[in-house]
């Protein structure tokens, strides 16, 4: 399983920008926003974020990320795609800026069919009270570790 602890260094465009997060103030400019969500999205996040490497690469983009966080059991990953002159690109203005978002909205659902846990993709199911996408021995497991 991919460690999402180092996500900022293998990909240091996903930091914390560096003016810092007007939406959690306390992130340092630099830092690594995936270090708190669940483990089990470790390969799915990896996967997603090889190809929007390339895109990012290759059209020499600055990415603007606003804040990454866990929501009703999926990722979300708030980013801007800043162009030379660092104005904004929106999704319809070229293929390359459609695809990265589109690839952005793909990694967000994939987390929610992956156990959180553990990763599989097998049998997994949503569970309520926090709300989050597991499978079932994981979840007996966190429950009777919580119990
Ligand atoms: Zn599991």
Redesign the pocket.
């Given at each position: 399983m991919y460690d999402l602890n180092n996500v900022a260094h293998d990909f240091p465009w996903t930091a914390v920008p560096n003016q810092g997060s007007p939406v959690e103030p306390w992130r340092n400019p630099g830092s690594n926003w995936f270090d708190e969500l669940p483990e089990?999205w470790g390969d799915v996040i990896h996967a997603y974020l090889l190809q929007l490497d390339m895109l990012v690469r290759r059209n020499r983009w600055y990415i603007y990320v606003a804040q990454v966080k866990e929501k009703f059991g999926t990722l979300r990953f708030y980013v801007d795609i800043l162009d030379a002159e660092g104005l904004p690109c929106y999704a319809d203005s070229a293929e390359d800026v459609k695809r990265f978002y589109e690839l952005v909205h793909e990694m967000e659902s994939e987390t929610g069919r992956v156990?959180?846990?553990?990763?599989?993709r097998e049998d997994?199911r949503c569970y309520g009270g926090w709300i989050h996408y597991?499978?079932?021995?994981?979840?007996e497991?966190v429950r009777d570790e919580i119990a």
């Open positions: 089990g156990c959180c846990h553990c990763g599989t997994v597991a499978c079932p021995s994981c979840e497991r």
